[in-house]
Each structure stands twice: as C-alpha cells, then as structure tokens.
C-alpha cells in the first residue's frame, strides 16, 4: 500500500509524536505504574527504553537499517508474522514491530500480560499517525491464527509448543539470546568503567546485549569495577524480587562451596560459561593477548555475539539501535522471503 519512503516518513512521525506525548507526560502514568504490573519495569529504565525507541524511529536509523533490502522491500507481498515476544524487558517488541512495519507486513502477536500496557499505548498512538499503520499491529491477537511465517526467542523455541506445534507448521526464525564478553586491561577510566555498569546492570541484566562475562588480567584488581557498580545501588539494591535472586544465589555459592567474590549488588564467579543466573557475573583471567583469543573463539557464538565490546561501545551494550543492527539480516532476510 506504501512505498518505502512513506513507511520511513510515518514512523518517523510517530517517534516525533511518542517524543511529544513523553515530553507533556501523557504516559507518565503508565510509566510510573508499570513496575506494578511488570516489577522489572523500574522508572529509571522505563525512560531508558523510552528513550532507545524514540532514537530508533528517525529517518536517519530507518534508511540505515533497510540499507541494502530496499529492492526486497518494493517487492515484497504482505504476509501475516507471528510473533512470540522475549517479554525480559520494557518494551520488548519493537525490535520486531519496526521492521515488520518497514516491509509492510503485518504482526500478530499476544504479547506477554504483565509487560504489555507501555507497549500496547505507544502502538496506539501510532492511530493518530496512520490508522493502516496501527491496524498492522495487533498485539492481542490469542491463538495465532492465520500467520504464514513465526518469529520466538530461543527460549521458546526449546519449549515443547515451540519445537513442535510451531517449528514444524511454520517457516520459523528463532532469536538467539545474544549477551556480550567485555575485555578489560586494568587501564580503564572510572567514566569507562560507569558505563560498563550500565551494560551489566541495566534491566537487571536480562537485556539482549547485557555483559555476561569479563575477561580480566591475572593481576586484575576489580575495586574501581566494584565501585562503579554502586550507582545501581538505589536500583537493584532497592528491588526485592533482584535481591531475592541475590540471596538465593549467595546460598547455592556458599552451600556448594564455590568460591565467588561479594560486590554487594553481584556475585562475581570465575567460570568458563555461556550464562550466568541473574545476579551473577563470570568472569576469566588470561595471561596474554594470544591466550585472550583463544578463550574468545571458545565461546559459543550464539551468545556471545561480538569478540569483546571496544571500550568505544562501553554502555551501548543493551542500546535497542545495536541489537536491532545486529539482528538486521537475519530478521530482513526472513521476513522478504
């Protein structure tokens, strides 16, 4: 129905008018009230997803994300995408409605109960930019009926429902749960060692890109790490459902005597593993750049997604405009076939 231009130029407009609507606090009661409903949708990173979803829906970002598809997409039939959202985070979904939308497909979804009010008001509010636009979301679908093509998280896709009912019915493209290795050298200024707290604490850990592991020197001291964990205190020191999972982990350390190092807000663990429980930070020594390497390319690469994140990239870990990029040809590919 619209090219790809118009497409680019309405949601635009609705990241102007979910700017505008945040701007005046016409979702300020959502906002403030979404932890009732979701209590790992906290306000400090309510307005950090907020703010992610309005930098993803300018122009700028949309043409560089289509970058390269553009022909795909003038071509492409509508079809009808189920999608069975990761619910770890304030509003997850979009990395899935804004390229549904850019090549004009149309999503059916039932999104998680207790994280779909912020989501379903901002969706709405697509109606005052283009009715047909809103239309092609339906984020209440129940039983996903009439879809041609699924989208899950890996999660899912291990469930029984997943691997059986939808993978064998359905052309389905499961997500990875893609987290990051963080390379540290012990040079790290507190600013860059502030932002890499971001990475480990944002969302508590459960975003996409959230670092999962650290890579140390032999001789690493972790006090200025420590201490950069600290202005998460008034978060993630205040939340019980985050210092439930804190307790219960100290309890398993301390009963199967694993040694682990108490920064007070995370266990810190040295361990060679793809994923840690929540609470929990692996961290490995290496002795040389050579060693460094090797243990890199050791890691399964479905979860780590990049070899070390530069500390140019430090706390834009969980950025949605990364993980979106990240996901860009896979997610296209699948949905311009």
């Known amino acids: 129905m619209y090219s790809l231009d118009q497409r680019i130029r309405l949601l635009s407009q609705w990241g102007n008018t979910l700017q505008k609507a945040w701007n005046e606090d016409a979702l300020s009661t959502i906002i403030e009230q979404e932890h009732l409903f979701f209590p790992w949708a906290v306000k400090p990173f309510v307005q950090i997803a907020m703010a992610d979803v309005i930098q993803i829906l300018n122009e700028n970002f949309l043409y560089e994300y289509v970058s390269g598809y553009e022909n795909k997409i003038v071509s492409h039939e509508s079809q009808q995408i189920g999608v069975i959202m990761s619910c770890n985070t304030p509003l997850s979904g979009m990395e899935m409605i804004v390229p549904i939308l850019l090549t004009g497909n149309i999503m059916l979804s039932k999104a998680c109960d207790d994280n779909r009010r912020l989501l379903a008001a901002i969706v709405a509010m697509l109606d005052s930019v283009d009715e047909n636009m809103k239309n092609a979301v339906n984020l209440n679908h129940g039983v996903l009926r009439g879809v041609q093509k699924m989208i899950m998280p890996c999660k899912y896709a291990q469930t029984n429902v997943g691997n059986i009912y939808i993978k064998n019915k359905y052309p389905t493209l499961v997500l990875q749960e893609n987290y990051s290795v963080a390379v540290l050298t012990g040079k790290e200024t507190s600013s860059q060692l502030s932002l890499l707290a971001k990475d480990m604490m944002l969302y508590f850990g459960m975003g996409q890109g959230s670092v999962k592991c650290v890579m140390v020197p032999s001789d690493y001291n972790f006090a200025s790490l420590f201490k950069a964990m600290d202005e998460y205190q008034h978060i993630a020191g205040m939340h019980h459902k985050y210092l439930n999972n804190l307790e219960y ?42 060693q460094l390497q090797n243990i890199l390319l050791q890691l399964d690469t479905t979860i780590y997604h990049n070899e070390g994140i530069p500390k140019e990239h430090f706390g834009r870990a969980n950025a949605l405009k990364n993980i979106m990029l990240n996901q860009k040809h896979a997610v296209l590919s699948f949905l311009l076939e």
């Open 249 to 290: 982990q100290k309890t398993l350390h301390l009963f199967h005597s694993i040694p682990f190092m108490d920064q007070g807000l995370m266990l810190f663990t040295e361990k060679r593993s793809q994923l840690p429980p929540m609470a929990v930070m692996y961290y490995q020594h290496y002795d040389s750049e050579e």
